[in-house]
């Protein structure tokens, strides 16, 4: 659960009007082909926005409101701010709804494998560290309350990471924010975390790309149309270390405190809200194949597994999940 790497390429977003920038260790791409005029008072408002969301929800960002709320030793009621609790309160219920498979409370086993903020890692952390740091980890110890938004940590060393979650959560503020100004057609890309509206500049819907989770390559496993939905990917071969011949991956099990060794090389998700599909592609990562089908079908979105196998890949896809165009 550590940064998400940008999976998924969009494929009709080129010689349009487009907003390029870079936030959150990534870069963003805002595809308005009914944009009239400059495009710098909107991109500017864009930029805004985003370093506002970083100033809320980085671990990089030692003064960030997420940082100060982790430093913070306290384990009385904290108020923060409602974008914060906004996130804070669909982690938390992905977390129920995922038997603890996403939990926002990893950040100490993020850091010990060398995923976070720190140096990366060479080798495994010791067996020791590992226990102690999955002591600090279970979602069920952080607590939340409206009226004013308010949080409350069981261990006053308990540690957030919102990076499989954050990121949605700006493609979907970016797209209220191209809502506001009556612009209803539209592509955000914040580091592969999608969504679409509308129509692209030639009248057709937006066309992506799944790509094949192989390291440095960027084969697709399939392209299809994206309208009015969110879109997200979690895989495990771009963001790894090896040691003594096994890969040891950013995505880390809650239950284990390792990072995960299943078959499941790349989980995406399409659901109305970017932010839920965040932060589900890397519970189902973690939940594998069976489990997250399952849960997909009874939570009403749709998933795409691709599967390592002899050779290759598989895929296993919810009935709604959309074929290669």
């Known amino acids: 659960m550590a940064t998400l790497i940008p999976l998924s390429l969009s494929w009709s977003a080129i010689a349009e009007p487009t907003l390029l920038g870079e936030t959150m260790g990534t870069t963003y791409r805002v595809t308005v082909p ?17 370093v506002g969301i970083n100033a809320q929800m980085s671990t990089y960002q030692a003064d960030s409101e997420l940082s ?16 914060l609790f906004t996130v804070l309160k669909a982690a938390q219920a992905v977390s129920a709804a995922t038997d603890g498979a ?10 010990l494998w060398g995923f976070g903020p720190q140096v990366p890692l060479a080798q495994p952390p010791a067996a020791e560290a590992l226990a102690a740091a999955r002591a600090r980890v279970g ?20 540690a957030l990471d919102l990076s499989a979650i954050a990121k949605g959560y700006a493609v979907d503020q970016v797209a209220a924010l191209v809502e506001n100004e009556g612009l209803h057609d539209y592509l955000i890309d914040i580091g592969g975390e999608l969504r679409a ?20 390559q960027d084969e697709v496993e399939r392209v ?25 991956s950013h995505e880390i099990d809650p239950a284990t405190g390792e990072p995960l060794q299943n078959d499941v090389a790349s989980v995406t998700v399409l659901h109305s809200s970017c932010m839920l599909a965040d932060a589900y592609a890397t519970a189902l990562m973690v939940m594998g194949a069976q489990r997250g089908v399952a849960l997909a079908t009874r939570q009403h979105f749709e998933v795409l597994f691709l599967l390592r196998e002899a050779g290759g890949f598989t895929a296993l896809a919810t009935p709604g999940f959309p074929a290669s165009r």
Do not use: C, H, M
């Open 139 to 158: 979602y069920r110890q952080l607590e939340l309350a409206d009226g004013p938004p308010r949080v409350r940590k069981a261990r006053a060393d308990l």
């Open 197 to 216: 509206r509308g129509r692209n500049a030639q009248g057709a819907p937006w066309q992506v790309g799944v790509a094949l989770p192989v390291a440095d």
């Open 34 to 50: 009914t944009l009239r005029g400059s495009s710098t008072s909107l991109k500017v408002r864009v930029d805004a926005l985003l």
């Open 102 to 111: 996403f939990d926002i409370t990893v950040g100490p086993l993020v850091n």
């Open 224 to 248: 299809f149309s994206l309208t009015d939905s969110g879109l997200a990917t979690s895989g495990d071969y771009r963001n790894y270390f090896d040691y003594e011949g096994r890969r040891y």
């Open 68 to 83: 100060r709320l982790n430093a913070n030793a306290s384990r009385d009621w904290l108020v923060v701010s409602a974008e």
